[in-house]
């Protein structure tokens, strides 16, 4: 199975945490870069962080700059998004997925395959 399952979302109030994770395994995932993902409703998908497969490159969206942390653990297949300081903005289905090899850039959702099937996370005011 080509496809990495996220997990970790739920439903929180303003200023709490959470932590989601992705796990992905296989050889398709082997030096890939990943990212993270939003989708919120009848919106598009934007973008809201990558990391390189060493963890020494990693970009964030502007909205969430400060408050979120990417990070990954190569040997457990699992990438994490710690998110602190939630908005009621931040409300939306999150998604990870594997940056293909090849273009250049970490924001355009076309630069990824192997999506997974998002977790929500809800951020009530």
């Known amino acids: 199975q080509v496809q990495p399952v996220e997990s970790g979302g739920g439903l929180v109030q303003a200023g709490d945490s959470l932590r989601l994770s992705c796990a992905a395994s296989g050889h398709a995932f082997t030096s890939a870069a990943m990212g993270w993902f939003r989708q919120a409703p009848g919106k598009e998908r934007k973008f809201v962080a990558a990391?390189?497969?060493?963890?020494?490159?990693?970009y964030y969206a502007d909205s969430v700059k400060g408050r979120f942390t990417i990070s990954r653990d190569n040997a457990k297949n699992t990438m994490y998004l710690q998110m602190n300081s939630l908005k009621p903005e931040d409300t939306a289905v999150y998604y990870c997925?594997?940056?293909?090899?090849?273009?250049?850039?970490?924001?355009?959702?076309?630069?990824?395959?192997?999506w997974g099937q998002g977790t929500q996370v809800t951020v009530s005011s």
């Open positions: 997925a594997r940056r293909r090899p090849g273009g250049t850039g970490v924001t355009n959702t076309t630069l990824y395959d192997y």
């Open positions: 990391i390189s497969w060493s963890g020494g490159s990693i």
